[in-house]
């Protein structure tokens, strides 16, 4: 079946750690995007990219970064520059045009001890 | 700047009662609107969409919305709530920019549904 999937599904990380959250899909789409969600806030967007090697800054994207060199992976990585970590993290991916729908995977926590 | 509000927190309902989740936006232009669902530690599931054409829209579960374009809203109903329906909903609205499809989401809206 096609789909996206995030792993790890939890994940915990000392202060000062870099730490990557991986987002695969198999839906041919050409767009995939990086929320963030906290309670309370809805979602934030990260990062999108719409072709392989491109990528664009979203809402919140500092302390954060992407890389797009497959078209099925868009990882993100969660810097020591983030100053507040701790979240449900949302990868999401849609054709390139479309009407909007998105398709997200089952989301990755992050917890900063 | 286009924006998305709900205005409940949460919303309580009895199950067999209709529900109401409420949804205004701010957009220029005409929106594309759409409503997810999500469960706990979950992702989100889509429910429906308004791109144009008639005004109540249906979707997955029972679920329909009705867009009303003078009052900048986009409310999502249910007929007959079951307590399955209880979960975390969200608005959302779609504005081509760029060649890019970004959604602007509502903070959401907590359904519970009492036996």
């Known amino acids: 079946d096609g789909g996206i999937t995030q792993s790890p599904k939890y994940l915990f990380r000392k202060e000062g750690q870099n730490v990557t959250l991986s987002c695969e899909q198999n839906?041919?789409?050409?767009?995939m995007y990086w929320y963030r969600q906290d309670p309370g806030q809805g979602l934030r967007l990260i990062y999108y990219?719409?072709?392989?090697?491109?990528?664009q800054k979203g809402d919140i994207a500092e302390g954060y970064s992407v890389s797009r060199e497959k078209k099925e992976s868009f990882p993100l990585t969660v810097t020591s520059a983030q100053k507040n970590p701790t979240a449900f993290y949302l990868c999401?991916?849609?054709?390139?045009?479309?009407?909007?729908?998105?398709?997200f995977g089952e989301g990755s926590r992050l917890t900063v001890l | 700047a286009q924006s998305v509000a709900q205005p409940e927190d949460q919303v309580n309902v009895a199950e067999g009662n209709p529900l109401t989740v409420k949804c205004t936006y701010s957009v220029s232009g005409n929106p594309y609107l759409f409503w997810y669902v999500q469960y706990p530690n979950r992702g989100l599931q889509f429910l429906l969409k308004y791109i144009t054409g008639d005004n109540l829209v249906k979707g997955s579960y029972g679920f329909e919305a009705e867009f009303n374009k003078s009052q900048t809203s986009f409310h999502l109903k249910k007929p007959s709530a079951l307590v399955s329906d209880s979960a975390l909903y969200f608005c959302?609205?779609?504005?081509?920019?760029?060649?890019?499809?970004?959604?602007?989401f509502g903070a959401g809206t907590r359904l519970a549904v009492h036996p």
């Open positions: 839906l041919n789409h050409d767009a």
């Open positions: 999401a991916s849609t054709e390139a045009v479309g009407t909007g729908e998105l398709f």
């Open positions: 959302a609205v779609f504005r081509p920019s760029g060649g890019y499809n970004k959604l602007i």
């Open positions: 990219s719409q072709i392989v090697n491109d990528f």
